[in-house]
Nanobody, 124 residues
């Protein structure tokens, strides 16, 4: 069982940056695909980014965040990061850290473990 705890959310002006962190415990961190989803008010959870297990050689991004967000992992710290740059008001939402020991995917159903989320608010 993997336990995920996010941090780093907050309120920022459009064009600003934030770095989200997700600390994992209870599993072999390097063996999990890690990712981030986000949920805007009144909308479904959408995929943002994912990084492959082990060294994290492969990353995938939603088109809406490509070029602005960067996912990375530090296996020694059991932590995955999401760097958010050039933020827009439409990036506002709760950001969830996720983990999967099965596959790398855009689908929320492929991720077995979810954190509680951290709020990101971007003002115009």
């Amino acid at each position: 069982q993997v336990h995920l705890v996010e941090s780093g959310g907050g309120l920022v002006q459009a064009g600003g940056s934030l770095r989200l962190s997700c600390k994992a415990s209870g599993g072999t961190f390097s063996s999990y695909v890690m990712g981030w989803f986000r949920q805007a008010p009144g909308k479904a959870r959408d995929f943002a980014a994912a990084i492959s297990w082990s060294s994290g050689d492969t990353t995938i991004y939603a088109d809406s965040v490509k070029g602005r967000f960067t996912i990375s992992r530090d296996n020694a710290k059991n932590t995955v990061y999401l760097q958010l740059d050039s933020l827009k008001p439409e990036d506002t939402g709760v950001y969830y850290c996720v983990a999967s020991d099965r596959k790398m995917s855009h689908m929320p159903t492929d991720y077995d473990y979810w954190g509680q989320g951290t709020q990101v608010s971007v003002s115009s």
